[in-house]
């Protein structure tokens, strides 16, 4: 079965900092996407990034990077320089090929980033 | 233009009622889900439809039946709402053909009291 696991439950820092959130997934599949989405107080789920498993190439996307490591089962996240508006809750998810793309998303139980002025 | 809407984005009801939570998309996609977001903020898959055939069924009660009168909409109806159904309710949809990031709606807060 899938999982994902994010054991950052909250992390908090000064703006201005660099911040990495963890992610570590489990899967059977050998074909397999990983997400990445925001959710902002406001409560909406923001798409932020989707990778294959296929593809380790690293991703880089202004402030944000992800790094994904498939000899750790890791699809962790960094956000250089830190904003006060990137605090939110991050959840990483995980959906395997066998559905044919009808599959939900397998999401992690999400880090609560607190970006402090 | 919003992409994908659901209606209402409250709802207060009494325990025992039955409920329902409107969902459209514009984007011309092929699969909608139904997702349920708890107090603790775990977001778990509750129903996937591709093309109005259901494609997952995750473990929910049998109170909720989701409903697609097309491909652009899935409804979600409530029966005998309990204590424990009080959570947000998202929406998505995604195209099939490839594993698309999924697009969520803003949301339908249920409370039951």
């Known amino acids: 079965a899938q999982k994902v696991t994010q054991a950052q439950t909250e992390i908090s820092v000064v703006e201005k900092e660099d911040v990495t959130l963890d992610c570590v997934y489990e899967?059977?599949?050998?074909?397999?996407?990983l997400f990445w989405y925001k959710q902002p107080p406001s409560g909406e789920l923001v798409f932020l990034i989707r990778r294959n498993s296929f593809d380790e190439q690293n991703e880089i996307s202004g402030r944000y990077s992800w790094n994904f490591q498939k000899s750790t089962s890791s699809f962790n996240f960094t956000i250089t320089a830190s904003q006060v508006v990137d605090s939110a809750v991050y959840f990483c998810?995980?959906?395997?090929?066998?559905?044919?793309?009808?599959?939900?998303?397998?999401f992690g139980k999400g880090t609560h980033l607190i970006i402090q002025p | 233009d919003t992409a994908v809407s659901q209606t209402p984005k409250y709802l207060v009801t009494q325990m025992g009622n039955d409920k329902s939570i409107k969902c459209e998309q514009n984007l011309g996609h092929d699969t909608m889900y139904w997702y349920k977001q708890d107090s603790k903020k775990f977001l778990k898959i509750m129903f996937s439809y591709n093309n109005k055939e259901l494609i997952i069924n995750e473990t929910v009660p049998n109170r909720f039946s989701p409903k697609s009168p097309d491909k652009a909409h899935l409804n979600l109806h409530i029966n005998s709402l309990e204590l424990g159904d009080s959570a947000v309710y998202f929406c998505a949809s995604s195209p099939r053909q490839a594993y698309y990031e999924q697009y969520f709606g803003p949301g339908t807060r249920l409370t039951v009291t």
């Open positions: 998810a995980l959906s395997e090929a066998r559905g044919g793309g009808a599959d939900g998303l397998t």
């Open positions: 899967t059977r599949d050998t074909t397999y996407y």
